[in-house]
């Protein structure tokens, strides 16, 4: 299983990296590429680097069967568009891992998409990465999904289809 591991550009997410550096050590069959940003941590079992500039970024991501990452949407959109299944550990307010929970927020609404995986306590990582590694044997490739509904798709469909721009909201 190839992956890439990625905890976005803004704050180092320890926990993610050593959990994750933790289970490559134990599954070395798998090979792990890792965007770790600022952290303090070495790891021993991660292709890791602080930052890959968005040319290498997008590669990995093209390369990588699946993706792992906090619950940021850049981290779920870049593996959905490319339908790759991902599973992210979302940063926590209260352990100091970004400002406030939305990123808790985000992955209970994605949980619901098909290919996404949530592990809602690093203790879980283990078991969602079982899950993943049966989910790509199963089906390598998640189903895209539609980005055609919704109130703005609908106004653009519309200025597309007669040329009226839509009406304001009061």
């Given at each position: ?12 997410f ?6 994750m ?10 090979s ?15 292709r ?10 997008e590669r ?22 490319r ?20 990123q808790?927020?985000?992955a ?5 998409r ?7 306590e690093?203790?879980e990582?283990p ?6 590694a ?12 539609a ?5 703005l ?11 009226a721009l ?5």
């Amino acid at each position: 299983m190839k992956l890439l591991l990625t905890v976005g550009a803004q704050m180092p997410f320890d926990r993610l990296v050593d959990a994750m550096d933790g289970w490559a050590g134990l599954h070395p069959e798998a090979s792990v590429r890792a965007q770790i940003g600022p952290s303090a941590l070495c790891p021993t079992h991660l292709r890791a680097q602080p930052f890959l500039d968005p040319e290498h970024f997008e590669r990995a991501c093209d390369e990588a069967d699946a993706i792992v990452g906090h619950a940021g949407t850049g981290t779920l959109f870049a593996a959905l568009e490319r339908g790759k299944p991902v599973l992210v550990l979302p940063r926590r307010a209260d352990l100091r891992e970004t400002r406030n929970d939305h990123q808790l927020a985000t992955a209970r609404r994605f949980a619901l998409r098909p290919g996404v995986l949530v592990a809602w306590e690093a203790r879980e990582l283990p078991a969602q990465l079982e899950r993943l590694a049966v989910l790509l044997r199963a089906a390598p490739v998640v189903p895209v999904p539609a980005q055609t509904d919704g109130p703005l798709f609908d106004a653009l469909r519309a200025f597309i289809d007669t040329g009226a721009l839509p009406t304001a909201r009061p």
